[in-house]
């Protein structure tokens, strides 16, 4: 078993990091290891990522790109994984910031309401992940942040894809959620009991 390994994730698009980070833990589980990427959403999923698998993260930036230096934390006796959510949890998908085609004035007023109405779900309400266009939802500004703060405050895990923010050049202006990748997208929807999408 290694003790540090270096893996170099330069050019690759999302989830490509990610999925490389979770192949060498599962194949390796290293002591510690060093996670090169080139940009900002990266370094958010493949922080998480190695968070999640037990490990601390320190981040290095250097010219073009960044050096996550990453060491396993001493388990402590009785840890135990967090739970799956239970088989009745929701997922709500938004792939657009308005609902529904014709106005995009009207669908805009028809999200705010959604999203105001969502907490009617209770702790049924476990996540909503937001990609494409919807990823403006939880930008400084937007008529919808309020209502997903709201939620986040409430314990609803809010998902915010990386690369349609980096897409849109909105990163620096995500207020709300965590930045995901989509093997965060693909496994949330796969635990869900339910799934809405809007």
């Not at 981040?59 to 402590?76: C, D, I, M, N, Y």
């Not at 309020?146 to 990386?162: E, H, I, N, P, Y």
């Not at 496994?187 to 009991?193: E, N, R, V």
């Amino acid at each position: 078993m290694p003790k540090d390994i270096s893996l170099d994730c330069r050019g690759l698009a999302c989830p490509g990091p990610v999925m490389r980070c979770l192949e060498l833990i599962e194949k390796d589980a290293p002591a510690s290891l060093v996670v090169l990427v080139d940009d900002a959403a990266a370094r958010e999923n493949v922080t998480r990522l190695l968070v999640g698998q037990g490990y601390s993260v320190a981040a290095a930036e250097a010219p073009g790109h960044s050096a996550l230096t990453a060491t396993r934390a001493a388990v402590q006796a009785g840890s135990v994984q967090p739970p799956a959510p239970a088989s009745d949890t929701v997922t709500v998908f938004i792939a657009s910031e308005s609902i529904g085609a014709g106005s995009d004035e009207l669908g805009g007023k028809l999200m705010l309401n959604f999203l105001a109405t969502l907490p009617e779900l209770g702790q049924h309400l476990w996540r909503i992940i937001l990609v494409n266009g919807g990823v403006r939802l939880a930008t400084s500004g937007h008529p919808c942040l309020d209502k997903l703060q709201t939620l986040a405050a409430s314990g609803v895990s809010v998902l915010v894809c990386g690369t349609c923010l980096t897409y849109f050049d909105l990163l620096e202006a995500k207020a709300v959620g965590e930045t995901t990748n989509m093997l965060d997208v693909v496994t949330s929807l796969h635990l869900a009991g339910k799934v809405i999408r809007v």
